[in-house]
């Protein structure tokens, strides 16, 4: 009897897709895709076996539109154990039961969802169709021996025994990821071929590569070189780049690039990277950033070097809806599984693709193996999850054959924290000397305890200057200050915090860099938003205290050329209340306010090794370890995968999250722009296909306040997933395009805002 895979709705069965053509196409693409690795007997194991459930009466009557309900993932899953009793099949059928749903765990109910065992107990006897079609497989699935030895390659024959057996549980774990994530994208890509001919030939996409980049990258960077005058900080970035070049040429790895702000480590660390590829023959190069504003800086700079075909800018504000309709579509389809050679993105898309169990997210994780992967500002991975994030990192040379570079101006001391104890390798490591100009652009100087009045009437006597605070309520606090001081005027005074729309703010940071480039005046109240990545040139900086690394992270948005002469100052603060009491804030912030505190000298400097001070007090105590880098237990949870009917992917993914808070996007209708899309959005039968466009017009909220919009009735829940503030009541009352959403609505409100 033929079996059917897919079929559209006709009584004619000739355009059909048979179960034995999807199966076997799925195999060999999962197989492609873990071939590098040598682990392609996994792909095919996992593609012959993932749809075998469809193999039965119940499904193919489906396919004619009956309403049936079917779990062939489940099904699938089951046979995978007949076909590999023991632990390779146990991979191999968590795999399978959660190519569509989402990887389970094993044991445990997790996100309201059965665990596989449950899953399976309710199965009762399978089809005797489908164990006649697993039966006819046999011969063409790998064998056990195959499967133990791919697996054993790829978690690290080659590892000292110490260090393995401490691994090898996340290892286990990331591999896992990999063997889902080739299945999940190789069906994807399968179905869409025969469902969706058009999409499928919009993939077919000739890139460069990684050869004819590095030659594009030489060809620009010499002409910019050439055109540079000679001082001596274009005489260090010439070094830096210089030192990336020669240290490409290294072995899979783990690698550090410390540049001084200024120093050009964006574009000297792609010329490590495509170095790096062409050496170990990896496929492509993904740059991961925390801040969306500085991801799009930074494609814009790379799209203008390798043209807009070799790279694929992904994050949530990017408007896809922008671009020219093809391209927009190719972008879209490239963003699923990141097949593109220059991938630019977040931390958050990166790092939570790599811990997620769903189909979606997880398409891209193959893609990710053979990568070299640049983490830009990497001081700013979260310390809540750092200790499984730090593992990762280690995992991904060991087990995904990728490199990772981990580039900053303040690098973070983490040898006491890796959990597997790795050792990093410096690219510039003595080759390159920091110049005296840009050594002694600043100096961080102390200014104690001051009220806010007291600080915003200093403030407002400087002609141009920064001040960065950590709360956005004091950042719209020094500003409406500012107005008051001066009666009101606007001009040339600025608020950057989250609470405004990415539309908003990219307006506003292209008027402050007229202002400052024109030499008029420019005072500028924001959060630490600016403090990565946004090329902004102060003569004089205020940083309310916070860790010695974002202390010096701000000291880069002064005098960043040396141009100002030496010893700028940076004035770091604490702002206190009426009674002269510290402002506090998470326990967390304030135990590195602490330590940053003991740093700085009675006569208000900070010694030349502060940083590393900083970071060997802040990650070196036992207790940090545990309870505040990886406050939800992740690698306890991991280290149970070990033995497959422990592990736990349903709860990993879960609790593995960037932003520990409950939040959600709230779309502001203001402005012409937005208020076309509005008109979209009300007028579409899909809403969800205008979220990604929304992000630019969008801010994100916590939960109480949202509930305080929707008390006033200021927010419209009616067109899902959107939550929209309002027009006629909610933007002109709880947003403001100069300081963003105000909590207080011109009430007396504002202690909801953080």
Known sequence: MTYYAHGFDSDCRDNWQTLDEHLSK????????????KAESWGRAAGLIHDVGKACPEFQRRLQGSAERVDHSTVGSYQALVCYPGCLGELLALVIAGHHGGMPNWTLAANGRNPLKKRLQGLGDPPQSVVEFRKALVQSLPRDSDLKSSYLQAVGSFTPPNILKEALPFRTFAFEYLVFSSLVDADYLDTESFMDEDSSML?????????????????????????????????YRRDVRSACLDSGKQSVGIFSLSVVTGGGKTLSSMGFALTHAIANDLKRVIVAIPYTSIVEQTADVLRTIF????????????????????????????????????????????FESLFSNRPGRSRKVHNIAKSVIVLDEVQTLPDPILLPTLAMIETLPAVFGSSVVACTATQPHLEKVWPFHSSISDITDEKVAVPEELRSRTALVNRGLIQIGDFCDEFERRDQALCIVGKKKEAIEVYETLLELRGGNKEGIYCLTTYMTPYHRSIIIGDIKRRLSEGLPCLVASTQLIEAGVDLDFPVVYRELAGIDSLYQAAGRCNREGCRGPNCPVYVFELVDEFGDRITTTKWLESLKSISRELFSDDGALADDAVEQFFRIRYGGKGARNELLDSHGLLCCINKSINIRESE?????????????????????????????????????????????????????????????????????????????????????FYDSDVGFRADGKEDLLTLTI
């Open 649 to 733: 992917y349903a709860t990993v993914a879960e609790n593995y999250r960037f932003i520990d808070t409950n939040t959600a996007p709230v779309f502001v209708r203001w402005g012409d722009e937005a208020e076309d899309l509005y008109q979209k959005i009300i007028a579409s039968h899909n809403p969800c296909a205008l979220v990604r466009s929304s992000q630019r017009h969008s801010i994100v909220l916590r939960d109480d306040e949202i509930a305080l919009l929707r008390s006033k009735g200021c927010v419209r829940d009616e067109y899902e997933p959107f939550i929209i503030l309002d027009a006629s009541d909610g933007c002109r009352v």
């Open 203 to 235: 993939r077919s996409v000739e890139y460069s590569t990684m050869e004819d980049l590095l030659n594009t990258y030489n060809k620009y960077m010499n002409g910019v070189e050439s055109d540079a005058s000679c001082t001596e900080v274009n005489q």
């Open 307 to 350: 043209g807009e075909q070799n790279v694929l800018e992904h994050h949530s504000n990017y408007d896809y809806d922008s671009l020219p309709n093809k391209r927009a579509e190719i972008e879209r389809l490239t963003a699923q599984n990141w097949d593109a050679p220059i991938v630019v993105t977040t931390n958050v898309q990166l």
């Open 26 to 37: 799925v195999s060999q693409r999962a197989a492609s895709f873990l071939s590098p690795l």
